[in-house]
């Protein structure tokens, strides 16, 4: 199977997940357990989902950001000239 193949799969299972909302209401008569421990189940599961679809599986090398050049700003002096006026000293 390829990694996107996996990738989609694992993503599939998690989506199906119960929501919160339901996981709130039906845990108990569901599960036989309390809404937080089913909250942490869920969540230990969903880890477990991920680290399965990416184990033994490195970065695709084509899919690494590419660094954005940022243009350099760089601080020039100002002459009294080019600052902005300061209003205590602005003539009224």
Do not use: C, H
Not at 5 to 21: C, H, N
């Amino acid at each position: 199977m390829d990694n996107a193949a996996r990738y989609y799969d694992a993503l599939k299972r998690i989506s199906m997940y119960q929501s919160v909302g339901k996981l709130r209401l039906s845990s108990e008569k569901d599960w036989g357990l309390s809404f937080q421990e089913a909250l942490e189940y869920a969540y230990e599961n969903v880890l477990e989902e991920a680290r399965a679809a990416i184990r033994g599986k490195g970065r695709p090398k084509d899919s690494l950001p590419q660094r954005a050049e940022t243009p350099v700003r760089r601080k020039t002096k100002q002459t009294p000239e080019q600052l902005p006026p300061d209003e205590s000293t602005v003539k009224k």
